[in-house]
Structure formats: C-alpha cells, structure tokens
Nanobody, 123 residues
Framework: HVQLVESGGGSVQTGGSLRLSCRVSEFTSSSYCMGWFRQIPGKEREGVAAVNYDGSATYADSVKGRFTVSKDSAKNILTLRMSSLKPEDTAMYYC??????????????????WGQGTQVTVS
C-alpha cells in the first residue's frame, strides 16, 4: 500500500536547474532503497540515481556531476537536484522504492513501488 508522489517537474532552458521531490506515504526505514528513473517515448525506463539502504548513492554515467540524490532527515522524502540540464534529460521521471533492499540500485526490476511520474522538459 506504499504510495509515492513526485513533484517539481516542469520546463526549463538548457543549462538550467530543477529539483524533484518524491513523497512517500510511509516512513522510509534504513532498509529502504529509493531511486529515480526516467523514460522517453521509444526507450526503456532507465535508472538515473538512487540512495541505497546503506546510504550510498549511485548515479547513471549520463548524470554524474550534474544530479544529486538525497533523502530528508525523516527518510520519507527523496530529492533529486538537477543542474546543467540538457535536452537529453527531457523525460518522465519516476520515483521508486524497495522496502527490503535492492541491487543493482539502478535496475528497474529491483523496485516494488512506483510513483506516477513527473514530466521534465529541457529546451
């Protein structure tokens, strides 16, 4: 019954910044793995960034140095801070959570719960 709701999507110019948030309906324990995925028409949903159960972060090569993923102090909100945005970053961004733990952290099948997505458009 875990629900995730993304927010913060929108349209920005190339080189701009945007912050996405994911609100989780239940407290996210230290055992939770949470991540961000994105998908564009004609392509598979791909992992962008994740916070593993041990607190470590994993990023896709395409966003390293530009995106930062983090959780708030309550461990129930996942944030993705994006900078130096490119048109290639345009996609529907989804938040995902796994209550037990996941590996690899950027693999879609490792997550049990998903949000509805928020659109990010860079032009």
């Amino acid at each position: 019954h875990v629900q995730l709701v993304e927010s913060g999507g929108g349209s920005v110019q190339t080189g701009g910044s945007l912050r996405l948030s994911c609100r989780v309906s239940e407290f996210t324990s230290s055992s939770y793995c949470m991540g961000w995925f994105r998908q564009i028409p004609g392509k598979e949903r791909e992992g962008v960034a994740a916070v593993n159960y041990d607190g470590s972060a994993t990023y896709a090569d395409s966003v390293k140095g530009r995106f930062t993923v983090s959780k708030d102090s309550a461990k129930n909100i996942l944030t993705l801070r994006m900078s130096s945005l490119k048109p290639e970053d345009t996609a529907m961004y989804y938040c995902a959570a796994e209550p037990v733990g996941c590996w690899p952290p950027l693999l879609r099948s490792a997550y049990a719960h998903w949000g509805q997505g928020t659109q990010v458009t860079v032009s």
